[in-house]
């Protein structure tokens, strides 16, 4: 594995970090500020739609410079922003940071996977993809359920203050380990706006808005959910984020894999798999056991369509790949942000810490169906295509 893949990963760790443990520390900090804990969702939807906004804006901007010099500047955005939470003395200067630091997430992830792409063969790319992934997932096992028992113990702040730190770190990382890598020749805004005449662009970002986000919806909530409906005490929230954390390790690792292999065929699983899992989370939420195992599940089946949607992407959009794999980052967060919206809308009716599921089921069957379509559109399109006209398959791999 080249080190420059290390690198991103470890970059990767601490937007993973930030992105998650707000989940976990959602209690303490809507009783800090005395806001409910939907209003403190908006910690959850305004990330994510920073993350939608700086994708396509900062990628843009980083067309103008080397991929090296822009992946440092978007972690030192990202340290300055959660220095910013760390140090609010209001939520919503708390909220400003949380968007400050979501605003490198996207181009970051975007930007590295065409940098991964760069440094492995071919027919690695969906691996190339998780393993720079891997480091998110490892948040979740490691950095989010520590951030979570530090957050509860001492005080959120710390933890937010403690992820700076990490992204430091991975500044650092990223200056020594990542090749220096001219900008890219003919690199303009243009030829990358060519990717999204392509349908199939259009919909793998569709599949991973309603795919992903219905994991949000039901993970948003988790803390609440499961002290309130499983009987878990707040300390047990911790380890029920390893868990999750564990999920989408062996998720990521195994979509990482077979998407390499039979790519479609892999969406279909996981995203009906995903509807399946989310719906039954409903009745599973009252029993202990039944929801941990259920909880690791979701975090499989939601982490096992990443590869293969940003593959998706990727693959679609050959020729202008950069600003496509941006934008889909942020189409993630989109899903996140318009889950988070939906789960906290159900909550605050009424239905129950339960509802989010049904949200969650309900947007991955959505999925499911537009992947099906997709297919069927291929199917009835002779050649590989893109809005610029037929071109050959990519000679590098992607993130």
Do not use: C
């Not at 939907?38 to 843009?60: K, N």
């Not at 890598?181 to 259009?202: C, D, I, K, S």
């Amino acid at each position: 594995m080249p080190l420059a893949l290390l690198a991103l990963a470890v970059g990767a760790f601490g937007i993973g970090t930030t992105e998650f443990v707000i989940m976990g520390l959602l209690p303490e900090i809507a009783a800090d500020y005395g806001v409910s804990i939907p209003t403190a969702g908006l910690l959850v939807t305004g990330y994510a739609l920073g993350v939608v906004i700086g994708a396509p804006l900062l990628t843009v901007l980083g067309t103008k410079v080397s991929r090296k010099r822009m992946l440092m500047l978007l972690m030192g955005l990202f340290v300055i922003g959660n220095l910013v939470s760390a140090l609010a003395p209001s939520f919503g200067v708390m909220l400003a940071g949380r968007v400050v630091a979501s605003l490198a997430h996207g181009a970051f992830f975007g930007i590295g996977s065409v940098v991964a792409a760069e440094l492995v063969a071919p027919d690695k790319k969906a691996g190339a993809i998780a393993t720079m992934f891997t480091g998110l997932t490892v948040a979740n096992i490691v950095g989010v359920p520590l951030g979570t028992y530090i957050g509860q113990a001492v005080g959120w702040r710390t933890t937010f203050a403690i992820v700076a730190a990490l992204g430091i770190v991975g500044l650092l990382g990223i200056a020594k380990l990542v090749p220096a890598m001219p900008r890219p020749e003919g690199a303009h805004l243009r030829r990358e706006l060519t990717a999204f005449r392509n349908p199939q662009v259009l919909l793998a970002m569709a599949m991973t808005v309603l795919g992903f986000g219905g994991v949000f919806a039901a993970i948003t909530y988790i803390a609440p959910m499961m002290t309130n409906v499983a009987g878990y005490s707040d300390g047990a929230v911790t380890w029920l984020l390893v868990l999750f954390g564990i999920g989408m390790f062996l998720g990521n690792l195994l979509g990482g894999k077979y998407a390499d292999r039979k790519l479609m065929p892999m969406l279909y699983t996981t995203l009906g798999g995903l509807a399946v899992v989310l719906a039954l989370f409903t009745l599973t939420a009252h029993n202990k056991v039944l929801a941990a195992i259920t909880i690791m599940l979701v975090g499989a089946l939601g982490f096992a369509t990443v590869p293969p949607l940003q593959k998706r992407v990727l693959d679609q959009a050959h020729g202008a790949p950069t600003l496509a794999s941006a934008v889909n980052i942020g189409a993630f967060n989109l899903g996140n942000a318009l889950a988070a919206w939906l789960g906290g809308m159900v909550i605050a009716a009424g239905l129950g810490f339960t509802s989010p599921n049904w949200v969650g089921a309900v947007l991955a069957a959505a999925a499911l169906a537009l992947a099906f379509w997709s297919a069927a559109l291929e199917r009835r399109t002779p050649a590989t295509t893109t809005a610029a006209g037929p071109v050959p398959a990519p000679v590098a791999a992607h993130h």
